[in-house]
Nanobody, 124 residues
């Protein structure tokens, strides 16, 4: 099993930027498709972005709501996946989770490995 720890959340004004980190231990995160999901109060958990496992070329996918503003990328040397978030909007406010699924191209909410989440709050 891989253990995941998110960090980097915080309070930022609209238009600002944050970089979230998903640090892995126990296994090489490069072998896992890794995704970011978010959940706002009273709403269902939703997909934000994912990167496929390295054997698939680390291909990226984004939800329409963040495309062009967020970037997901790997640093295999640090065993970490990042989510760079630019041009943040109040509607991006949520608890952000990373998830990992072994040898997966697409990561969904059925992924077996999850972190504890990091809070992102965007003020208007």
């Amino acid at each position: 099993q891989v253990q995941l720890v998110e960090s980097g959340g915080g309070l930022v004004q609209a238009g600002g930027s944050l970089r979230l980190s998903c640090a892995a231990s126990g296994r090489a995160l490069s072998s896992y498709g890794t995704g970011w999901f978010r959940q706002a109060p009273g709403k269902e958990r939703e997909f934000v972005a994912s990167v496929s496992w390295s054997g698939d070329g680390s291909k990226t996918r984004y939800s329409d709501s963040v495309k062009g503003r967020f970037t997901i990328f790997r640093d295999n040397a640090k065993n970490t996946v990042y989510l760079q978030m630019n041009s943040l909007k109040p509607e991006d406010t949520a608890l952000y989770y990373c998830a990992a699924d072994l040898f997966k191209v697409i990561v969904t909410t059925t992924a077996p490995n999850w972190g504890q989440g990091t809070q992102v709050t965007v003020s208007s």
